[in-house]
């Protein structure tokens, strides 16, 4: 009995050991989420999740990937990041239904491990000249065959399916991550992070800092999020919002040169379109659609000053209308401005304008009340006697003024002024 006792008392020193050990290791592993179109945003969270990974010593830095693409020099300043990183990188496509299309492929091909959920897929990688022009066929097969000798070296470099990927540049095929892992395109198959930091453990991968071997299974996970300055440039990188900010900011500035003084339109105008600007200088904007919608503009404010009997504002509505739709120029869904966001901005604007050129032909036919053309038709009261051809008294609006009428007028009798020379006022009597 007392032998049993020593030996159970031994155990549970060495299991204590053990987890004190486990504990004190501080074995952790950073994660992001790269979502959403690959941008300078993302290429630039990226890059600090990177260096923060390095500054923590974590063991790996995992990058739960799903985008169906982006713009090409993002994608290759992410893949500058990850093969020159001194953390393992684990690119995982996850949840299920996400995707790494396109740039996605070239980021899962340059990553030390290649992962994915089920209900994911990996492919579509064909150059696409993301503004819409046309490119001639000489320069079209230059792209082609340089978007596919990088993929193909980055597949080599760390031992998967080069064939395919070239495929998958020349071809835009796309396979499940089930034909992906037989092969050869991805490392591993696994349903949540957990299962993968378990599988990847013990494995061997090259970093820009030699040879290393993971030590996953188990590990804390830290999560790494944009910061809310990253946040925000994410946001307005997105072509409509980046829209609706270029239509706030022409209108703010709009009601600050038409009511100077007011301050605070044209401060928040000037502030949506700096950053419309910004989102416009990552997006491929037809200056030609730019162009049209600054005509519109013109022509609206126009409306308000001339009389075109509503041409101008047809034009305004039609130059706006087209210029919204040519504004994005690409063949990609993602990158363009929805037509359902287009369709009711413009509406919005043409009926703002179009109550500020009723209120203006309103102002114009109004009657005068104010200065010597007011005094018009202002009704007063005679105080002396007015014959032809002599002068009186007359009370309008409030002041004693001198009066001369073409007809008798008697003290006390009410009076219409017809006319108004210099000082002097014509009267006559109200009938």
């Not at 020593?6 to 994660?31: C, N, Q, T």
């Amino acid at each position: 009995m007392k032998t049993f006792r020593l030996i159970l008392f031994v155990v549970l020193i060495a299991v204590s050991a053990a987890l004190a050990v486990a504990k004190d290791s501080g074995v952790r592993v950073d994660a992001v989420k790269v979502d959403g179109v690959i941008n300078p945003v993302t290429a630039e969270f990226l890059d600090k999740a990177v260096n923060q990974a390095a500054v923590d010593k974590a063991e790996a830095l995992v990058i739960l990937l799903d985008t169906p693409g982006g713009l090409d020099t993002s994608m290759r300043l992410m893949v500058k990041t990850i093969t020159g990183s001194p953390i393992p990188i684990i690119t995982y496509v996850s949840p299920s239904g996400a995707r790494a299309a396109s740039a996605g492929v070239f980021i899962m091909m340059a990553s030390p491990v290649a992962a994915m959920s089920p209900g994911t897929n990996i492919g579509a990688a064909h150059p696409v000249s993301v503004g819409g022009e046309k490119v001639e066929a000489e320069m079209a097969r230059k792209v082609e065959n340089d978007a596919a000798a990088y993929i193909r070296s980055l597949a080599q470099k760390n031992g998967r399916n080069a064939d395919w990927a070239e495929k998958a540049v020349r071809e835009s095929v796309s396979i499940s991550e089930t034909d992906a892992l037989n092969k050869n395109v991805i490392d591993i198959v696994a349903p949540n992070l957990d299962d993968l930091l378990a599988k990847v453990d013990g494995r061997k991968v090259v970093t820009s800092m030699g040879e290393r071997t993971l030590h996953t299974k188990g590990a804390a996970v830290v999560w790494h999020e944009m910061g809310a300055r990253l946040r925000l440039l994410k946001a307005i990188s997105d072509p409509n919002v980046a829209y609706v900010l270029m239509m706030i900011g022409m209108l703010g500035l709009f009601f600050e040169l038409s009511n100077p003084g007011l301050i605070l339109p044209g401060v928040l105008g000037g502030i949506c379109l700096i950053l419309a600007f910004y989102s416009f200088q990552t997006l491929p904007v037809n200056y030609a659609g730019m162009m049209l919608i600054l005509l519109a503009v013109v022509f609206l404010i126009a409306e308000v000053k001339v009389t075109s009997y509503g041409l101008l504002a047809v034009a305004g509505v039609i130059s706006l209308v087209l210029g919204s739709v040519m504004l994005i120029d690409s063949p990609l869904p993602y990158m363009r401005i929805s037509l359902s966001l287009i369709l009711p901005a413009a509406a919005t604007i043409t009926a703002f304008f179009m109550i500020l050129v009723r209120a203006a032909v309103r102002a114009r036919g109004a009657r005068v009340s104010t200065g010597a053309e007011g005094m018009v038709g202002a009704y007063g009261d005679a105080r002396t006697d007015i014959e032809p051809g002599g002068s009186g008294d007359v009370y309008v609006m409030g002041s004693h003024w001198s009066a001369y009428s073409d007809t008798p007028v008697r003290k006390g009798e009410r009076v219409v002024v017809t006319a108004i020379e210099g000082l002097k006022l014509k009267v006559t009597r109200k009938s």
